[in-house]
């Protein structure tokens, strides 16, 4: 900054853009939707490096306001990011995290949610190390009541009974003892999880197929409307 170069950072409750000693209040954060009122802390940063990336590149204040003013996190704009769908009485939070590091911010974020308990639906990635593995079982065991294992589309040469066994053995180093299930398919496992849930529970299902746990949601969020309970 003192050389004249330009920065996007969150200051005092705002997303601005300094250059030098010139400095703009771009938009106050609790306006971003994609922010949840700047609980979501990391996609504050995802918000910080858009807004310098469109502004470098000529994109005016104004249409960087309208911008994040307007574009959230629901299924349409950002399919598989943060996406809150209300299945009868249960909270469904569909993400991608898909590794430790971006479970543990997913955790940042929902341990601020007023929901007491909390379900996990989760696969493992089979391009990862067999510690990443482990690990991502230990921070869902950290953190979850209940935790449905499925078998991922993503195996890449792993084989599936392994990645049930590694993530099994994260989820036991986590100290914790959560209830854990292996449903092998993955519309299967987020049925079995939202059916099961209890009144106002939080239900993650951490995307594989976005596209396929999206269509899964919708179906049960509809079959609950039409009922007016969990069948």
Not at 9 to 21: A, Q, R
Not at 53 to 61: K, P
Not at 137 to 161: K, P, T
Request: hydrophobic share 40%.
């Amino acid at each position: 900054m003192e050389r004249g170069r330009i920065s996007c950072v969150y200051e005092n409750g705002y997303i601005t853009i300094l250059k030098g000693k010139w400095k703009v209040r771009v938009e106050k954060v609790t306006n971003v939707p994609l922010t949840y009122g700047g609980r979501a802390e990391f996609m504050v940063q995802n918000v910080l490096a858009a807004t310098l990336a469109c502004f470098v590149h000529g994109v005016s204040l104004e249409a960087l306001r309208v911008g994040l003013a307007t574009f959230n996190s629901g299924t349409a704009q950002t399919p598989g990011r943060l996406n809150f769908i209300e299945v009868g009485d249960v909270t469904v939070l569909m993400d991608y995290a898909h590794n430790p590091a971006g479970l543990r911010e997913l955790v940042k974020f929902i341990s601020k949610l007023p929901n007491k308990y909390r379900t996990v639906v989760m696969n493992g990635t089979g391009d990862r190390r067999d510690q990443d593995i482990q690990e991502f079982g230990r921070v869902a065991g950290e953190n979850f009541d209940r935790i449905v294992l499925r078998r991922g589309n993503y195996l890449r040469g792993r084989d599936e009974q392994n990645m049930y066994e590694m993530l099994k053995t994260g989820i036991a180093q986590s100290g914790r003892e959560p209830a854990v299930r292996v449903i092998p398919e993955g519309p299967d496992a987020i049925r079995h999880a939202i059916k099961n849930a209890r009144k106002n529970e939080l239900v993650v299902t951490l995307a594989d197929k976005v596209a396929q746990d999206i269509v899964t949601v919708h179906a049960l969020r509809d079959e609950f409307s039409q009922d007016g309970q969990k069948k």
